[in-house]
C-alpha cells in the first residue's frame, strides 16, 4: 500500500465493488447518498455562483435581493469597470494583479530552490541535531505572524525595503522556509536510501548527488511547493497589510481588493463581485488544473508524509 | 517500506549537510525566534505611542491591562465562539461527506473536486460574496439566507447573522466551516481508507453489521486523524483574521484577538499593547502546536 496521503485519499477501493444486484436496502442507501452529495454540493457551490452570475449584470443592476437569480442578460460590463476603471469607479483592480503576479512568481521560486536544498539535507544527510533543528523550523510554520509583524515592520521600515514590493518577497521567502523543506523533506524521505548509496560508491559528492540524482525526481515535489507558495501568497492578507500599509503603490490583489469592498463602492455591488471573482481567479484556476498538488502542499500542513 | 534501510553515512559528509541549511537556519533563528523575543521584549515597555521617546520597562503591565480592557475580553469570547462552532462545524461536515464517499461512489472525483476548492479562494475575496449571504435584510428586503430560508418555508429562521450581537461569531464560523470542511474531508478519507480492508471483512464474517463495524472497527481507528484535524482546525481558529476582515472589517461585534491586534497596533499605534496582544495569541496557540510537534517528532525517530 502506498505511504503517500493524496494517493491514498483518491485511491478508489471500493469495498463491495462486486458486480452484483443491489438489494433493497442497499439501493435506497445508495439514493440516499446521492442526495446528500447533491445537497453539500450546492451549499459548497452556493457563493461561487453569487459571485459568478451578479459579475454579469453590468454595473448598475445589482441588488442583493436579486442575488440568487440568474442575469436576465449577459453583461460583461462589469468585468471592464473592474479591471480597469472609469470615471464613478475610480480604482481599479489590474495594477494590484499584475503586482501581485510579479512578486508571488519570484517568492515560489525562491522558496522552492531553498525548500529543496532543506529538504535533500534534512531528508538524506542528517546531522547531529538536526532532527531537532527541523522541529524547530515546523514550529515556525504554526507561529501566529502576529507575533514577529511589530519587529518586522520596524526592521522594514528601518532599512527603507517596504517602499518596494520586493518586502512581500522576502516575507514570504522567510516565512515559507518551513513549510517547504517539510514537503520537499517529505518527498525526499521516499526516495530510497540506495539511489544515495549507489552515487556514494562511485564516489560522488553532496551536491553533485544532488543534481544528478534527486533534483530530476524532485519535479513533482517542486510543482507541488510551487503552488503552495503561489497560493498562499496571492491570498495573503496580513503581511501585506502590514508591510505596504495602505499604500496605494504597493497594493496587491487582496489589500486593494479590501479597500474598494470596504470603501464607499458599495453601491456598485456588480463591479464588488467581479474584482473579487477576478482576484479569485488565478489561484482557482492552479487548483482546477493541478488540484492534486495543491492538496498535497495542503495536507503537508498535517505533517503527514 | 524504504524505511528499514537506516541511514548510514560517512562522517565527512555531516559537516556539508549542515553548510548548506545554515543559510536558513540562521534564517529562521533570526526572522522566528529572535523576532519573536523583540516581540516579547516591546510587549515589556510602555511604548504606546508612535514616538519613541522616554521608553522604559514596565513590567507585566501591558498584559495585567489586557484582563481589564473590556475590548481584549469581549474579543478572547469572541474567538472562543468562533471556534468551538467552527471547530463543531467543520469536524461534523466533513466527517458526513466522508462518510459518504469512502466506501468509492461514481462520481467520487467529481465532488471531492468540489468539495474541496473553498480552500484555493482567498477569503478578502470570498467575504464580498458572504457579506450578501449572511446579509441581515430580512424578509421582502432578504437577499441571501434570509431568503433562501423563506423560500424553503423555513422564514422565522431569519436572522440578523453576523451583526447580531449574540450570534454574530456562530454566523463568522459558517463561512469559515464552508471553507474548511473540504480540508477535514481529506484527512478523514485519507484515515479510512488507510484502514486495511481485511477488517472490515473480517468483521463481517464474524457476523457484525455495517453499523457495529463503524463503531466498534473503523472509528477507534480514526482517532489520530480526529486529533491532527483538531490541532489543525484549532491553530486555523485561533489566527483568524482576513475571514472577519473579508466579511465585516474591524466592527467591534466580530472582533477577535488578531483584529484587535491590527487595530491596536494600526489605528492606536499602541505597539507595546499590540505585541503584547500578539504574544498572548502565540501561547494559546503554542499550548495545541508545541505537544503535537514533539509527539511527531518522536514518531519520526522511531522511523
Redesign the interface.
Known amino acids: 500500500m502506498s505511504n503517500d496521503i493524496v494517493d491514498l485519499i483518491t485511491s478508489k477501493h471500493d469495498v463491495r465493488n462486486k458486480k452484483r444486484k443491489l438489494n433493497g436496502k442497499e439501493k435506497f442507501w445508495l439514493i440516499f447518498r446521492y442526495v446528500s452529495l447533491i445537497f453539500i454540493w450546492f451549499l459548497v457551490v452556493m457563493p461561487i455562483y453569487v459571485m459568478v452570475i451578479n459579475s454579469l449584470k453590468g454595473v448598475k443592476n445589482v441588488y442583493l435581493v436579486n442575488a440568487f437569480k440568474l442575469p436576465e442578460k449577459i453583461d460583461f460590463s462589469a468585468w471592464s469597470v473592474a479591471w480597469s476603471g472609469t470615471d464613478y469607479f475610480p480604482q481599479s483592480i489590474s495594477d494590484s494583479m499584475t503586482r501581485t503576479l510579479f512578486f508571488v512568481v519570484q517568492s515560489s521560486i525562491i522558496s522552492a530552490i531553498l525548500g529543496s536544498i532543506n529538504g535533500y539535507v534534512f531528508a538524506k544527510w542528517k546531522f547531529k541535531g538536526s532532527n531537532f533543528i527541523f522541529t524547530l523550523f515546523l514550529f515556525g510554520m504554526f507561529i501566529p505572524y502576529q507575533a514577529i509583524m511589530i519587529p518586522l515592520v520596524r526592521i522594514a521600515t528601518t532599512l527603507d525595503i517596504n517602499k518596494s514590493i520586493y518586502v512581500l518577497v522576502l516575507a514570504h521567502v522567510i516565512y515559507g522556509i518551513p513549510i517547504c523543506t517539510l514537503i520537499f523533506r517529505n518527498y525526499y524521505e521516499a526516495i530510497p536510501n540506495e539511489l544515495i548509496e549507489a552515487g556514494r560508491v562511485d564516489k560522488a559528492s553532496m551536491v553533485r548527488i544532488y543534481r544528478s540524482i534527486i533534483l530530476p525526481l524532485s519535479i513533482p515535489a517542486f510543482v507541488v511547493v510551487l503552488i503552495w507558495q503561489f497560493t498562499s501568497a496571492w491570498n495573503d492578507f496580513l503581511f501585506a497589510i502590514f508591510l505596504t500599509g495602505g499604500s496605494p503603490k504597493l497594493s496587491v490583489a487582496t489589500t486593494a481588493l479590501n479597500f474598494i469592498t470596504g470603501s464607499s463602492n458599495q453601491v456598485y455591488y456588480g463591479v464588488n463581485m467581479t474584482a473579487s471573482l477576478i482576484v479569485s481567479l488565478p489561484t482557482l484556476i492552479v487548483y482546477i488544473f493541478l488540484g492534486r498538488y495543491f492538496l498535497r502542499g495542503l495536507l503537508s500542513g498535517s505533517l503527514k508524509g | 517500506m524504504?524505511?528499514v534501510?537506516k541511514?548510514?553515512?560517512?562522517v565527512s559528509?555531516?559537516?556539508?549537510?549542515?553548510l548548506?541549511?545554515l543559510p536558513?537556519?540562521i534564517?529562521?533563528?533570526i526572522?522566528?525566534?529572535g523576532?519573536?523575543a523583540?516581540?516579547v521584549n516591546?510587549s515589556l515597555t510602555n511604548q504606546n505611542s508612535g514616538s519613541k521617546k522616554d521608553i522604559k520597562y514596565v513590567g507585566l503591565k501591558n498584559y495585567t491591562d489586557l484582563i481589564s480592557d473590556e475590548r481584549f475580553t469581549h474579543s478572547l469570547l469572541n474567538l472562543f465562539k468562533f471556534t468551538v462552532v467552527f471547530i463543531l462545524g467543520a469536524l461534523i461536515?466533513g466527517f458526513?461527506?466522508a462518510l459518504?464517499?469512502e466506501?468509492?461512489?461514481k462520481?467520487?472525483?467529481f465532488?471531492?473536486?468540489?468539495?474541496?476548492?473553498?480552500?484555493?479562494?482567498?477569503?478578502?475575496?470570498?467575504?464580498?460574496?458572504?457579506?450578501?449571504?449572511l446579509?441581515s435584510?430580512r424578509d421582502?428586503?432578504?437577499?441571501?439566507l434570509n431568503?433562501?430560508l423563506q423560500k424553503i418555508g423555513l422564514g422565522f429562521l431569519q436572522n440578523d447573522w453576523y451583526v447580531s450581537e449574540k450570534g454574530a461569531m456562530y454566523a463568522m464560523a459558517l463561512?469559515a466551516i464552508?471553507q474548511m470542511s473540504?480540508?477535514v474531508l481529506?484527512?478523514f478519507?485519507?484515515g479510512f481508507?488507510?484502514i486495511?480492508?481485511d477488517m472490515?471483512e473480517a468483521a463481517r464474517v464474524d457476523g457484525a453489521s455495517e453499523s457495529q463495524i463503524y463503531r466498534h472497527v473503523l472509528f477507534p481507528q480514526l482517532t489520530p486523524t480526529l486529533l491532527?484535524?483538531l490541532i489543525?482546525l484549532g491553530?486555523i481558529s485561533?489566527?483568524a483574521?482576513?475571514l472577519i476582515?473579508?466579511i465585516n472589517?474591524k466592527s467591534y461585534v466580530t472582533q477577535v484577538v488578531?483584529v484587535y491586534?491590527?487595530e491596536s497596533?494600526f489605528d492606536s499605534r499602541d505597539?507595546a499593547k499590540?505585541?503584547a496582544?500578539?504574544?498572548v495569541?502565540?501561547i494559546m496557540?503554542?499550548i495545541v502546536?508545541?505537544p503535537?510537534?514533539?509527539y511527531?517528532?518522536k514518531q519520526?525517530?522511531y522511523r
Do not use: C
Open positions: 524504504s524505511k534501510v541511514n548510514r553515512r560517512p559528509s555531516r559537516i556539508g549537510g549542515l548548506f541549511v536558513s537556519i534564517t529562521v533563528v526572522f522566528v525566534y523576532l519573536i523583540w516581540s516591546v461536515t458526513i461527506m459518504l464517499l466506501k468509492g461512489i462520481g467520487e472525483g465532488f471531492r473536486s468540489f468539495y474541496l476548492y473553498p480552500m484555493a479562494i482567498s477569503f478578502i475575496a470570498m467575504g464580498t460574496v458572504f457579506n450578501w449571504i446579509n435584510a421582502e428586503e432578504a437577499g441571501g431568503l433562501a463561512p464552508w473540504g480540508y481529506a484527512l478519507l485519507a481508507r488507510g486495511p480492508d472490515r491532527t484535524i489543525i491553530h485561533m489566527k483574521f482576513d476582515i473579508g472589517g488578531a491586534m491590527w497596533t505597539y499590540g505585541t496582544i500578539a504574544i495569541l502565540l496557540i503554542a502546536v508545541v503535537y510537534l514533539r511527531n517528532s519520526q525517530a
